[in-house]
């Protein structure tokens, strides 16, 4: 059956099922069909458009493999991803937005200021409807629980920009393997948001918003369970990992190497999500502290953050034989070898260990590129990883290490890369607190780096912790 069938958000239905679901969601993409749609008796909805026809030439089909189409995706900073806002740059005009797209920004715009409302009343309407969801999520859910509801309503805000969602969405559906998300519960949380979102856009919600949003929702997580049904023929949902060991480099800094069950393929510069045994279902990104090792082992440097999870019990409680978790890899922060431009990295506190990976890489390339690394941080003792880069230096004549330290110097680490430009036969690398990221961005942009030209990643974490 292609043509969805609907039912209004606040019908009580409880969807998912074959006929009273808000649409059915297909494992594989269903070839694109041009005309009206029928629609049910009953339905409150007409012409929607097939589930996996893409709204506004979204395309579902994804090709390569996950760590080619890495390779070949855009710099992060350049992939919107949810609730990013670039900040005070000349933004190109836009294209001209779909109609789906001008009703999604009219609820957006009105659920905007509720967003915090919003989002308890969609978990409260996910759990009630399907408590078999519920053990998917952490236990306590207060941090991060507004991600995938502010990721839902960014990506459905940026529904036009083509290049800019499929990739994200794509990665995003691989990585929900690791969650035990399935198929059949996209129709359950499209329910519930558009439940949410109509009890909360009370002023402007309508049939006509209603079935732009169900072709919206249809078309984003349509790609996301594509790319998912793709990733389950070639990977694991997740990947079991032994540490094999932990090593203390400063009081709240750990050196953690870890032993994979299965083959991880990688690209130096990415990052991976990973789950202690500690707290289960919290997962946090971690960027490879090395490029890919012949021994298979994975290495990551972890700072212990005040308060903070994960972070604290990987430095201060895990031990050699623990066993985590880790979803796929992820990231774009990766070396194009096709270009024989410089590589300006600025590594800032742990932002330090994928910049290692990625001097790694190239030498491993033989290229011979220029590498400018600037290491940041706070104090002398916080620059952990000194000693292994500065040794990287004296084996390879085209790196320079520059330790930058806020204290000694007064300078903050993009202060220090403008007083050493220009840059412009440089292709940039960030890594490291959001707030650095950012000015570092700012900074690269002002010494003439395009921005097409700077890759980072994090920028949603920047959006999380509201920085
Ligand atoms: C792409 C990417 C790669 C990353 N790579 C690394 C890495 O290689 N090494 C690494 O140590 N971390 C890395 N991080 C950060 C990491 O994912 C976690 O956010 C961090 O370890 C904190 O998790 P937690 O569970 O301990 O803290 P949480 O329980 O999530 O947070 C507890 C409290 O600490 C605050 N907090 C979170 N992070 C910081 C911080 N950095 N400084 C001060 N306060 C903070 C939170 O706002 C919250 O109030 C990376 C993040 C991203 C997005
Ligand atoms: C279009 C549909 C969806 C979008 C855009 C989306 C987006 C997101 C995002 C951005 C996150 C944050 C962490 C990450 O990047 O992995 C997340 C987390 C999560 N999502 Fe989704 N999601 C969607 C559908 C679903 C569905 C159908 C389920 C199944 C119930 C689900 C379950 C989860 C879980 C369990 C988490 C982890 C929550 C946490 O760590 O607190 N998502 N989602």
Request: overall charge negative; charged content about 25%.
């Amino acid at each position: 059956m292609d043509a969805p069938t609907t039912a209004s958000a606040d019908s009580g239905s409880s969807g998912g099922g074959e006929d009273n679901g808000w649409f059915t969601p297909h494992r594989q993409p269903e070839p694109s069909q041009d005309g009206a749609r029928e629609t049910r008796e009953g339905n409150r909805l007409a012409g929607m458009r097939p589930v996996g026809r893409p709204a506004a030439g979204l395309s579902t089909t994804g090709g390569g493999s996950a760590v080619e189409e890495q390779r070949h995706a855009r710099p992060a900073h350049l992939m919107l991803p949810p609730g990013y806002a670039p900040v005070d740059r000349p933004v190109p005009p836009a294209p001209e937005a779909s109609p789906d797209a001008i009703l999604v920004r009219r609820t957006l715009a009105e659920v905007g200021p509720v967003a915090d409302k919003a989002t308890s009343y969609f978990y409260a309407l996910l759990f009630v409807r399907h408590p078999e969801l519920r053990a998917l999520f952490p236990a306590a859910m207060d941090t991060q629980r507004d991600r995938l509801f502010k990721a839902l309503l960014t990506a459905a805000e940026h529904i036009d920009d083509t290049e800019v969602l499929v990739a994200y969405l794509r990665n995003l559906g691989r990585g929900h393997r690791k969650y035990g998300t399935r198929a059949e519960h996209y129709p359950a949380v499209g329910e519930c948001l558009l439940g949410a979102l109509s009890r909360f856009a009370g002023e402007t919600w309508d049939a006509t918003v209603e079935a732009a949003w169900v072709r919206t929702y249809t078309a984003l997580s349509q790609i996301m369970i594509d790319a998912a049904a793709e990733d389950e023929r070639r990977a694991p949902a997740w990947w079991h990992a032994e540490i094999v060991a932990h090593e203390l480099r400063t009081s709240d800094i750990a050196v953690i190497t870890v032993r994979p069950d299965q083959p991880y393929p990688f690209l130096a510069g990415q990052y991976t999500t990973l789950e202690t045994p500690w707290w289960p279902r919290v997962w946090r990104h971690y960027s490879f502290a090395s490029s890919p090792r012949s021994d298979g082992l994975l290495s990551f440097h972890v700072k212990a953050v005040p308060a903070g999870w994960v972070s604290n019990a990987l430095v201060h409680r895990a031990r050699r034989g623990d066993v985590v978790r880790l979803g796929p890899p992820a990231g774009s922060m990766t070396v194009d070898h096709t270009s024989d431009s410089g590589l300006l990295c600025l590594g800032g506190g742990t932002g330090i260990a994928p910049i290692k990976a990625l001097v790694e890489d190239v030498a491993e390339h033989g290229d011979r590129r220029r590498v400018e690394v600037f290491y940041g941080a706070r104090t002398g003792h916080d620059l952990y990883d000194i000693d292994t880069m500065l040794r990287m230096q004296q084996s390879h004549p085209w790196l320079e290490v520059r330790p930058v330290v806020d204290q000694q110097a007064h300078l903050q680490l993009p202060d220090a890369v403008r007083e050493y430009g220009p840059w412009y036969e440089y292709d940039a690398y960030l890594s490291g607190p959001p707030g650095m990221i950012r000015s570092g961005v700012d900074a690269l942009v002002d010494n003439g780096i395009p921005s097409e030209r700077i890759r980072h990643d994090a920028v949603d974490e920047v959006v999380a912790a509201g920085q």
